[in-house]
DNA sequence: AATAAAAATGCAATCGATTGCGCATTTGCA
DNA sequence: TGCAAATGCGCAATCGATTGCATTTTTATT
């Protein structure tokens, strides 16, 4: 009769005529087991092609061995480089990486850190979705002490660990940058003020005008969920105004570069007419032409800090949350550059 | 004396002074049980805030839920489009996805695949790294009758479902294209060429030579790994052969980039002097200047099918293996409209 | 009311690996 | 040689959910 099952340390144990316990501790190489006994389990194991069941260990061990990533969207630059980063880490370690969207939709996160705690993950990596308003799932985490670690978009009533990037400071150095290039007139397109990264970075900017004793024009400041297609409105909407703007920081550089195609399309020279700055240094932004000012996030560096965070917390009971905050640099190019036109 | 482990059946069971068998099939909606007591079962449940295990459940019934996907690079447009595709797929039915990265490494690859047997994914979607040579560890999948998919790097010798993208067709139409355009002396940058996609892309390349009467010369294909120095090092030597090029067929975007960037510097005019087609449609392809012809290919797409497949081959015993070619589409753009500019 | 039939629930084994405790065998030393 | 101390290994319970079969309870029928 053909077993069509895996072997299991039963059938090893049945080779052998000894216990699966024996077998159970040399493959785990235990010192309780001589030398000789390993390496005939050893050997049979390998025979067999034996490969240990993960699910049967796991069960026993309450551990999963698996590390919760949940992003917005997997298919955009900065996250995915986050999820590969933090994979890096992650693998070496020894952890699988389980992986969801939640396409921004407060309900499809709730369903997907439910899921991921039915499937008693080892720990949650996240970035909130721009739509989620309560967190009620997420505190869930704290109460039951289950590692939870916040990457980019965090939730500043749940204590735990975070990785941000400086946003305030990436909005006031856009500010200044441009009042610096001689803009006098800077709008700011901003993101959703629920979440704190574009809270910050419109607080950044409104706090560089301020700085410069430069009156702070609400007109100036449009909010949306910044997308391409609503950065093209709202530079239509700004560009209709009596007095428009002469430079435009841009919450993201997919606005800032749906916002350039349309003004160019317009026969306005950037950066000569408008000056324009974007936020997340997306790969496009360095070969588009002209090239798009833009603060760099270290995508890939913040994932690696996460993964490590989260392991940190897994394999230690100490709870010491810190929120790293990674420098943001400002990357100055062409769409943003007037006095060497000047 | 407070449990700190999570609520189980057993807990329900106990409150309720029934058996754990009971609560199970009542929270799996079980005909035999009786509404009355489901309503009651649920509603301990609720109030213990109870959340079943899965690894128990994934133990007793072999199946973990789980799809694991291995791409070369997760920080990637294309792979991360096709992890965001399949994620979507798979999440819709129940399925979670763990998602490791080969960084084009056999060795991580045997290593990511492995654990991932381990681990019991019901299914693995992979697109082998360009370094892996053996495929022992693919083979074994089937041998165990495991699902498994390719998608676009497959493995020629394992018979299983494939979704690739008309390679060759797409090397074809580039080539063809650019002989259209009047560009006498064709080079072309490849990738190495154990990789079918590769492989596929050369060949379409040399048929379209062919089948327009123009003679093949082994100097014009440089075969290398595609990064962006790569790009650089192939240009400059073509560039200098007795008889340079006067149109190259980048096997990817990124190398036609830094290829551009590279003429561009050296003063050589794109598309007038020498028209550039790239491969993949990269975000930046549109948007750089020239933008980037080249060939596009849906990997959102590409995912959800390869989700649909191996979902299909895990549902059902059936074990019809296909090979979808989906289209390739050749995006013209600037960098090779030479007659617009004639 | 008695009995058959149907409905509802419980028992206990199972999935595969792990581990505390205990038993047996070997080794060491006086 | 005798006895204590190592050393090596096995028993059986455990992790939490599932399920075939058995048992109990309820309903229907005459």
């Known amino acids: 009769m053909i077993k069509n099952s895996e072997p299991t340390i039963h059938d090893i144990a049945r080779e052998l005529q000894i216990s699966a316990s024996t077998v159970s501790r040399a493959l785990n ?8 006994t ?49 994979e890096d880490v992650a693998f070496k370690a020894g952890y699988n990486v389980v992986i969801s969207q939640s396409n921004d939709l407060a309900d499809k996160e709730i369903n997907i850190v439910q899921s991921m705690f039915s499937n008693r993950v080892d720990g949650l990596i996240i970035s909130i979705a721009m739509q989620t308003m309560t967190f009620d799932h997420l505190k869930i985490f704290r109460k039951k002490n289950i590692p939870l670690v916040f990457f980019d978009r965090a939730v500043p009533e749940i204590e735990t660990d975070k990785i941000v990037v400086d946003d305030f400071a990436g909005g006031f150095r856009v500010t ?55 950065g093209v409105i709202a530079v239509q909407n700004l560009m209709n105004l009596k007095n428009p ?15 350039m195609i349309y003004l160019r399309d317009k026969g306005i020279r950037i950066p000569q007419d408008i000056g324009i700055v974007g936020f997340s240094n997306e790969p496009f932004s360095k070969v588009v032409s002209p090239s798009i000012s833009t603060i760099a996030q270290p995508g890939f560096q913040m994932g690696q800090k996460a993964a490590e965070l989260i392991i940190k917390q897994i394999e230690t009971k100490e709870r010491t949350f810190q929120t790293i905050v990674l420098p943001t640099e400002l990357i100055v190019r062409e769409s943003s550059s007037r006095r060497s036109f000047q």
Chains 1, 2 share one sequence.
């Open 29 to 36: 190489d235990n010192p309780r087991i001589s030398l000789k």
């Open 245 to 259: 703007p002469d430079a435009i920081f841009c919450g993201n550089d997919t606005t800032a570069l749906s916002a």
């Open 38 to 86: 390993k390496e005939k389990i050893k050997a049979v194991a390998n025979a067999l092609g034996y490969r240990p069941n993960t699910l049967a260990s796991n069960l026993r061990n309450k551990k999963s061995n698996t590390i919760g990533i949940v992003v917005p969207l997997i298919n955009r630059h900065f996250f995915s480089s986050v999820i590969s980063g933090a």
């Open 176 to 230: 200044q940058h441009l009042i610096d290039q001689g803009y006098k007139r800077i709008a700011h397109l901003a993101g959703t003020q629920n979440l704190m990264t574009y809270f910050d970075r419109k607080n950044g900017y409104v706090d560089a005008l301020r700085k410069n004793n430069i009156p702070f024009d609400e007109s100036l400041v449009i909010i949306n969920s910044l997308t391409s297609e609503e």
